[in-house]
């Protein structure tokens, strides 16, 4: 007699979220859709990267003249309608715009019985705000004094809150989308918008004028550290509760 219940358990030995098989969902965790070996990789390379820059920072090293150069160029050249496209991107990825994102795609989440999903975001979006915060205070850089299109924050500039925020959340939520995605090519296309959209909502910053680009780009490193972070640990605790289900 056949097992009705066989298609509600995962590979890794535990229940499929509630409904998953009504809703079309896919039976393994939306947080398993990237490799292991790539998270890795990638969180030493994004480690590296944000080693690199925040040296250079307290250093005062060459991409300090970059910086400056970059901002002097923002202020005499940069077209105004670009900088009109750059503000949804900075609300967007400011504390309204992601707790809006967050709490909606939680909610989402939740009632097609994805709690693990739900709770990973959450923590991603908590865990970046406090890493931010913790490096501003540590490294205390000014921002930049040029002028910028629109009123400088009173927090410090490095590293960049919505770039970190920003690569970590919209990554995140570009997996996911690419883990409910049917064909390889529109996995593909999930993956990349999402951190497209992180990529814009960082590169606001440098068009607005608010951050060094060096500000950006460690935030991108920092946000895609704590991101593949998050997922190598829930990675890590599905594999010891489906060996603990085994044995």
């Known amino acids: 007699m056949r097992d009705e219940?066989?298609?509600?358990?995962?590979?890794?030995?535990?229940?499929?979220?509630?409904?998953?098989?009504?809703?079309?969902l896919p039976a393994e965790p939306l947080t398993g859709v990237a490799p292991r070996a790539a998270l890795l990789v990638t969180l030493v390379l994004a480690l590296v990267g944000y080693a690199a820059l925040a040296a250079d920072v307290v250093n005062g090293g060459a991409f300090s003249e970059?910086?400056?150069?970059?901002?002097?160029?923002?202020?005499?050249?940069?077209?105004?309608?670009?900088?009109?496209?750059?503000?949804?991107?900075?609300?967007?990825?400011?504390?309204?715009?992601?707790?809006?994102?967050?709490?909606?795609?939680?909610?989402?989440?939740?009632?097609?019985?994805?709690?693990?999903?739900?709770v990973v975001l959450v923590v991603v979006t908590l865990g970046s705000q406090v890493l931010v915060l913790s490096a501003k205070?540590?490294?205390?850089?000014?921002?930049?004094?040029?002028?910028?299109?629109?009123?400088?924050?009173s927090s410090f500039s490095f590293p960049s809150g919505h770039a970190t925020t920003g690569v970590a959340v919209f990554g995140l939520l570009g997996l996911y989308a690419a883990a409910l995605a049917t064909t390889r090519r529109r996995r593909i296309a999930a993956a990349c918008t999402g951190f497209a959209v992180g990529g814009l909502v960082a590169?606001?910053?440098?068009?607005?004028?608010?951050?060094?680009?060096?500000?950006?780009?460690?935030?991108?490193?920092?946000?895609?550290?704590?991101?593949?972070?998050?997922?190598?640990v829930?990675?890590?605790?599905?594999?010891?509760?489906?060996?603990?289900?085994v044995g």
Do not use: K, Q
Not at 5 to 24: C, F, I, K, M, Q
Not at 67 to 86: I, K, Q, R, Y
Not at 234 to 245: F, P, Q, T, V
């Open 137 to 153: 205070a540590g490294y205390e850089r000014e921002r930049p004094d040029v002028g910028s299109a629109i009123e400088l924050p």
């Open 66 to 118: 970059v910086d400056a150069e970059v901002a002097e160029w923002v202020v005499g050249s940069m077209p105004t309608w670009v900088e009109w496209l750059a503000r949804p991107f900075t609300w967007l990825g400011g504390v309204v715009g992601i707790t809006i994102v967050v709490t909606a795609v939680s909610v989402f989440l939740l009632r097609r019985g994805l709690r693990r999903e739900a």
């Open 5 to 24: 219940s066989a298609g509600s358990v995962t590979s890794g030995g535990h229940p499929a979220p509630l409904g998953a098989r009504a809703a079309g």
């Open 234 to 245: 829930d990675a890590w605790l599905r594999s010891r509760r489906a060996r603990a289900a």
């Open 203 to 232: 590169a606001s910053r440098v068009v607005l004028n608010v951050h060094f680009l060096s500000d950006v780009l460690a935030g991108a490193c920092l946000g895609l550290a704590w991101l593949t972070t998050c997922l190598l």
